[in-house]
């Protein structure tokens, strides 16, 4: 498995098992300076492309790295290099985190990503009283610029790549990244990352939402703006569908759903006078990968071909990238059991594979023990070893598009587009993916699916192994990690101890910028990273928005 440079070709196989001398397209052309022939442990040569020969497939699926891009987004897929392995943490203190974030990175996870509790994610300081339980509990707690100094400390902030998954707040954690980034030296145009910032999952799937949609589109559409000036390198959205799926859609609506979202974005982002290149190539997505193996490898192949036709049709890009899905998977924590949690080892993996062969960018692969607690170190890098092993000894990686041309993957391929452009077409009517929210549209579909679901769980139409079939009676676990209780009285301490140093003045001069800029149109980017500087916390710069944008209060549907 691997390269083999004593067996070199100029000629591009088309055709599964058919060798033969031909003249190569233009398109099969790109794969020349590639040529270099991988071959299988068995001593097979591999080829860098397979793919049917009927033009009309060729015609439909294109080639990888080709408008619509079914069939991937670069041209050589993983020959170029691997996916970012990016296993996802954060726990307790900014000081625990940024120890397990280096213990991943030794172990060879080539990204970060971060993991913020509750009170981080709806804007709440660890020491106000909505915060109290649930500091540091589902993830890192972080309420200054001091906190994002200890959680980063020690790592090269302008040769690593960090995805933050925040959403409501993003702006100040973004904010906080680059103020330390600041004060490092580190140049603004190297950093490199994500924050997923996909507010309206939020108010469709996972509620971690602070104010109304349209004032929370605007912190969007000013980041938007000022990473594309300031922060070239960085992924100013990662539109999820992650969380669409955990709360109970199925694939399609996965999709649907998400590329709506992202079409809301792209447009509101259009309307304040962007144009569309300076922000569409700095767009990721962030999707769920579950167990029914080919239906989410054709799931990846329809999104990153529907999406690629939406954005031609509706914006007309000039630069082609601006055009390309490109997207991070995680594997399904609502698959993830309680019982027997070590079959979820089996589950994780054919998920990762799943997402490797449908074509992702990067990955997150769940640990064991999550339906039980936080991972464990142990358990945290077992997960990573799953990637691991999937990228360095199955030799799918070698395969550019292993799958194209399967007659079940095609076909789910354009059944799900279908009917993803189904339902795109209903929110359309109903006045766009905002407008659907407002109407409360996803949320009412995601729940009747959820449901549905459910009960074939209860009556057993549905198997899920060791839940409903092949029952075995459990013992108790002492290996799992929790959070002592002490990690939120000393969080309290250290904030009262930061808030007690600080010059007043200088802070609420930069917090009146805050709120005035907030009433006006200014971008409120520069603004809160002066604030964050002046040592304003997450809660105070949340706490203005509160006070000039307003809460969300979901209404009631029955």
Not at 22 to 48: C, D, N, V
Not at 459 to 469: E, L, S
Request: aromatic residues 8%; contains cysteine.
């Amino acid at each position: 498995m691997g390269r083999d440079n004593s067996d070199k070709t100029d000629v591009l196989d088309v055709a599964l098992g058919d060798w033969r001398e031909k003249t190569l397209s233009p398109h099969e052309a790109r794969f020349k300076p590639r040529a270099e022939t991988y071959k299988t442990t068995g001593g097979f040569a591999i080829p860098p492309l397979a793919t049917p020969t009927h033009q009309d497939y060729l015609e439909s699926q294109g080639f990888p790295g080709e408008y619509p891009y079914t069939r991937g987004v670069q041209a050589n897929m993983y020959r170029g290099r691997l996916w970012t392995m990016r296993q996802y943490a954060g726990f307790g203190t900014a000081a625990a985190s940024n120890e397990r974030y280096k213990y991943l990175l030794e172990q060879g996870q080539t990204g970060l990503s971060v993991a913020f509790d509750l009170p981080t994610q709806m804007g709440y300081d660890s020491d106000n009283p909505r915060a109290f339980g649930e500091v540091g509990k589902v993830g890192v707690a972080i309420d200054s610029i001091a906190d994002m100094e200890t959680l980063l400390d020690g790592l090269p902030l302008d040769k690593i790549s960090t995805s933050m998954t925040i959403n409501s707040t993003a702006s100040t954690l973004l904010a906080l990244y680059i103020a330390v980034a600041d004060s490092r030296g580190a140049s603004r145009k190297r950093l490199a990352g994500t924050v997923q910032n996909d507010i309206l999952k939020e108010y469709i799937a996972r509620g971690t939402y602070v104010y109304p949609p349209r004032p929370s589109m605007r912190l969007i559409t000013d980041m938007f703006d000022f990473c594309s000036a300031e922060v070239p390198r960085w992924n100013t959205i990662s539109i999820s569908g992650y969380h669409i799926r955990e709360a109970g859609s199925n694939a399609v609506q996965e999709v649907a759903f998400t590329l709506a979202n992202g079409l809301a974005y792209v447009q509101a982002a259009v309307d304040t006078g962007l144009d569309v290149d300076q922000f569409a190539q700095r767009l990721s997505f962030f999707f769920n990968v579950h167990n029914n193996f080919l239906e989410e490898i054709a799931k990846f192949r329809a999104a990153r071909r529907l999406w690629a036709r939406l954005m031609k049709e509706r914006f007309a890009p000039k630069d082609e990238r601006s055009m390309q899905l490109r997207f991070h998977t995680q594997t399904a924590g609502s698959t993830l059991t309680a019982q027997q949690p070590e079959v979820n080892v089996v589950r994780v993996a054919l998920q990762a594979l799943a997402a490797v062969l449908g074509g992702t960018q990067s990955l997150h692969t769940n640990s064991k023990d999550e339906a039980l607690a936080l991972p464990s170190e142990a358990s945290a890098l077992l997960a990573l070893r799953t990637q691991q092993v999937i990228g360095y000894e199955s030799g799918v990686a070698d395969w550019v598009d292993p799958l194209g041309g399967s007659y079940a993957i095609e076909r789910m391929t354009d059944q799900i587009e279908e009917q993803a452009m189904a339902y795109i077409e209903r929110i359309d009517a109903l006045g766009g993916a905002v407008a659907a929210i407002e109407q409360g549209f996803q949320h009412s579909e995601i729940q009747e699916e959820a449901y549905s679901h459910q009960l074939a769980v209860e009556n057993g139409d549905t198997v899920v192994v060791g839940v409903n079939k092949f029952v075995q009676e459990e013992v108790g676990r002492a290996d799992l990690l929790r959070i002592d209780r002490r990690v939120q009285e000393g969080q309290i301490a250290r904030l009262r101890a930061f808030k007690a140093a600080r010059a007043e003045q200088p802070l609420a001069a930069a917090l009146r910028k805050v709120r005035e800029a907030a009433h006006a149109s200014d971008n409120l980017m520069p603004l809160m990273i002066d604030a964050v500087k002046a040592k304003a916390t997450l809660g105070e710069i949340a706490d203005v928005l509160r006070e000039v944008f307003g809460v969300y209060v979901a209404g009631q549907r029955i």
